[in-house]
């Protein structure tokens, strides 16, 4: 059971950053980034609420505070884009970029196996389309972030989702809803703050975690397709 992708979780890092304020070449155009870090690349497509990313991650053992220097000064250079601006956001230093109708961000932190680690993002807003749950969520159940991706050519969707109702009147309206569309429960799991749901469809796989919260319950699921054999 996968309930989140390395993929997602860069994605809606790399979103929530840029949004608050095999190996890649490290000298692609939109990275723009030093040759001394080498990027990763996550995933073949996203989608965040809609709007198409595209996500390399990177690890270097070079000081963070050189790096946001030499990346920060090579998206300076071309005077054809916007100023670049650089945000504090512990334990993340941010620094964001728009080139025409793209965005891009750029963000690092100190990692906990030894040197540093992060992202560098490309969004499109002007590409946008209306992002649509792979699921029929219970009418309690909002959606806050919808992630989608394709990784291996395997297609997965991350929704990340809050509830004012408790974690057991949520997941009992969740595994309704997946019940009156084919899906067949097979992990329940439970203690007090969490909830462990997953289920079996042809062909593909539900997953989510429930957690409790002051005002009713967060939700974050995970619907992809089955692995091939």
Known sequence: MLLITEASRAVASALALSFALSAVPAQAAWQDVPDSISLQQMGDKMAVNGVPMTVRAFHTALPAEQVVQMVQDAWD??????????????PWT????????EHR??????????????FVALTSPALAREPKPLIRLPAEVTPVQIVDSVDSGRSSQQIVAVSKRSIDATGAALEASLKAAGWERHVMKKNAKTLVFAA???G???????????????????IADQPKQ
């Not at 250079?77 to 512990?90: A, E, L, Y």
């Not at 961000?105 to 992060?118: C, K, L, T, V, W």
């Open 94 to 101: 941010v620094l964001n970029q728009t080139i025409g109708t």
């Open 77 to 90: 250079r071309n005077r054809d884009r916007t100023s670049v601006t650089r945000t504090s956001m512990p």
């Open 204 to 222: 593909q796989e539900f997953d989510a975690i429930l957690t409790a919260e002051k005002n009713g319950s967060m939700v974050m699921m995970n």
């Open 105 to 118: 961000s750029f963000q690092i932190r100190a990692s906990a196996n030894g040197g540093y680690e992060g």
């Open 200 to 202: 079996n469809r042809s």
